[in-house]
C-alpha cells in the first residue's frame, strides 16, 4: 500500500517474517537496514526515480546510516515502513524511515540514509539532475 499524494510519505506495509528473528526473540537490528533500502527502492520504482536515474547511467549508494531502536518487533506483526526525502545537496540526498506497528501505533524505530548519486560507469559521484529530484517529494519537516 503506498501513499498517492505528493505531500505524504511513501508508505509500505509488511508482515514480519519468522527469518527476521534473532536469539533475542524479536527483529535483529540489521533487519531494520535492510527494510530501510528495501523501501527506498520501491519508492523510487513507484515515483519514476529509479527510471530517470538509469537515463542518467546512474545509481544510490550509500553513505551512512544512522537509526534508532524505540521499541522491538516480533514475528507476524504487521508494519507500516514510512520514506521520504528531506532534501537533495549536490550529489546527496538525505531520506529518512519510520517503522510502526499498525496493531498498537508504536512507532518501533526512526532512521536515515545519506545517499550518494553515483555514475555506475566511472563510479564517481554526479550532481542528481533536476528530473531525478522532481520525481521525489521534499519532506524536510516531516516526522
Request: hydrophobic letters at 40%; a neutral charge.
Amino acid at each position: 500500500m503506498q501513499a498517492n499524494q505528493r505531500n505524504t510519505p511513501f508508505y509500505y506495509e509488511f508482515r514480519v517474517t519468522g527469518d527476521s528473528i534473532d536469539q533475542n526473540g524479536h527483529v535483529n537490528n540489521v533487519v531494520y537496514i535492510q527494510w530501510m533500502q528495501d523501501v527506498a527502492v520501491l519508492h523510487s520504482e513507484k515515483c519514476g526515480g529509479t527510471a530517470a536515474m538509469q537515463q542518467f547511467g546512474a545509481t544510490w549508494v550509500v553513505r551512512s546510516h544512522a537509526i534508532d531502536y524505540l521499541s522491538p518487533a516480533f514475528a507476524d506483526d504487521l508494519i507500516i515502513a514510512e520514506t521520504w526525502v528531506a532534501n537533495f545537496r549536490k550529489v546527496r540526498s538525505l531520506r529518512k524511515y519510520k517503522f510502526i506497528r499498525i496493531s498498537d501505533g508504536k512507532i518501533l524505530a526512526r532512521g536515515e540514509t545519506d545517499w550518494v548519486f553515483v555514475s555506475v560507469e566511472k563510479g564517481r559521484p554526479l550532481a542528481v539532475p533536476e528530473v531525478v529530484q522532481t520525481c521525489f517529494p521534499l519532506l524536510p519537516d516531516y516526522s
